[in-house]
């Protein structure tokens, strides 16, 4: 199968290297030419048409709005890839294909380049695939790191930096705890303790206060998860949360995943309790 076949352009080695690592993870595509410099890069795709433009915006020696306009004239569709999304509108009027908000993730990458590969009729990536995916920047490491969400197992503040252990491996982050939640499926992952988040698809069992994961994790729930969990357990006697673990799990599962969601009220018409079936 034919690749597509792109250029890269942004005047910071940084950006570049962050688009170059999120192209590379596709079979389907070909880096042809990438470069800091606007004008070397109008001339090579002069002699060289590739099938897509992905470029920066705001560069000192040309401007990406200005360099658009000249691409235009050669058939190469573009995508800004640009932290100015005031430039967005403009970019649009000279029929730029999209507008990526950096830093980019792979998903928002792939989103733009499906709508360019529709018009060469060549599959790229399932871009769905990369939304349940995760980059990171591991402590000490300039290397971007791609993980899928599932194989994330449980999350431990330390200091000013997060410990993420996953099925393989322990990463060292540089970030808050609350910063990459924001980044994960609520669904799949919620905070049991001001310290810790844990994945509930990786929850083993439950005793007393304490949640035991896949891989030995074994992570104490914080006195407010328990509070409001002891809370809805006393409203629903009849659960009968001893008499098995599968149900308590089932219910635990069930609490944490509405969490999120404060439009949600626990009432009895709202769940249909299994131990009743």
Known sequence: MEKLKLVLLDDEHEGLNVLKKLVEQSPNLEIVYL?????????????????????DIVMETMHGIHLANKVGKLNIPVIFCSAYDEYAYD???VNAVHFIKKPASLSSLYNAIEKVS??????????????????????????????RTDDIIYLEVKGNYVEMHTKY?????????????????KR?????????????????????????????????????????????????????LLRTLDRLLFYLAYFLSLKNDHSKAFTSASISSPVSQ
């Open 118 to 147: 529709v018009k060469f009729n060549r599959p790229t990536v399932n871009a769905d695939y990369f939304s349940d995916c995760l980059t990171i920047n591991e402590q000490g490491s300039s290397t971007m790191i791609l993980l």
């Open 91 to 93: 970019g649009f009027q």
């Open 188 to 240: 799949n992952f919620y905070r049991v303790h001001k310290s810790f988040a844990i994945g509930m698809k990786k929850i083993l069992h439950i005793k007393l206060e304490t949640i035991y994961l896949e891989g030995g994790g074994a992570i104490p729930l914080g006195e407010v998860t328990v509070r409001n969990f002891t809370k809805f357990s006393e409203r629903y006697p009849s659960m009968g």
């Open 35 to 55: 470069s800091t410099d606007p004008v070397e890069t109008l001339n090579y795709m002069q002699q060289n048409p590739p099938d897509i433009l992905i470029t």
């Open 169 to 185: 491996k322990k990463y060292t982050i540089l970030s808050s705890l609350a910063s990459i939640m924001d980044k994960l499926p």
